[in-house]
């Protein structure tokens, strides 16, 4: 029965609308209405300000985080559930969060929660690359794609010279997977030049 209901209760973290709550609640303002209607930091950023881009991403990052972490509740101690398993099933819930019609992010922001409670270091990574290739191409999900692929490369030669960890290597695939589809729509509109691109970095 704890098994059933970490995994429950994995998902239901990662379905938190953060973008939407917040949106209603400090700015009287439906996200899914404005902007590309995603239910993500992007998309909040681009429509509500950088304070709530920002209290959004970390919220959303906060969600894969708690998920990854809940064998560590006393509760739950016996559990034979990976961690990551619970991350994933976060992330899940951000996409297709039952709180918000089964529409919601991009994965990106709660899939790097998942890594910064299983691989803080691949997290900081991550973050530190991402402010970077956000610089230099000025759009955010083109960002995304391109540090999901460079997650994969990381993962993949940390295996072959540090440590064997093949579920980290099955999950990494698996988010890029998400986040590579989930971006679909960006890459159509890359490919035409009509993605918007970001000013203030």
Avoid: C
């Avoid at 961690?83 to 992330?91: D, F, R, S, T, Y």
């Avoid at 991402?130 to 990381?154: E, P």
């Avoid at 729509?185 to 691109?197: L, Q």
């Amino acid at each position: 029965m704890n098994t059933v209901i970490i995994l429950v209760i994995a998902y239901l973290l990662g379905s938190i609308p953060s973008a939407l709550w917040i949106g209603k609640l400090l700015y009287k303002t439906d996200i899914r209405k404005h902007g590309s209607g995603n239910l993500g930091g992007t998309n909040t950023f681009r429509t509500l300000g950088v304070k709530a881009g920002l209290i959004v991403s970390i919220l959303d990052i906060l969600k894969g985080t708690a998920a990854t972490l809940l064998p560590l509740l006393p509760f739950f101690s016996n559990t034979d559930v990976h961690p990551l398993i619970l991350g994933v099933l976060a992330v899940i819930g951000h996409m297709f969060p039952i709180f918000a019609q089964f529409k919601g992010g991009k994965a990106v922001a709660t899939s790097g929660g998942v890594l910064l409670a299983y691989h803080w270091p691949l997290f900081v990574i991550m973050l530190a690359g991402f402010f970077i290739v956000l610089k230099l191409t000025k759009m955010v999900s083109l960002t995304s794609m391109i540090l999901a692929m460079l997650g994969l490369l990381y993962t993949v030669l940390y295996n072959i010279f540090y440590r064997v960890d093949i579920p980290l290597l099955i999950v990494i695939i698996l988010l890029a997977t998400f986040i590579l589809y989930r971006h679909r729509a960006n890459m159509t509109r890359i490919k035409a030049g009509t993605e918007p691109k970001v000013k203030w970095i």
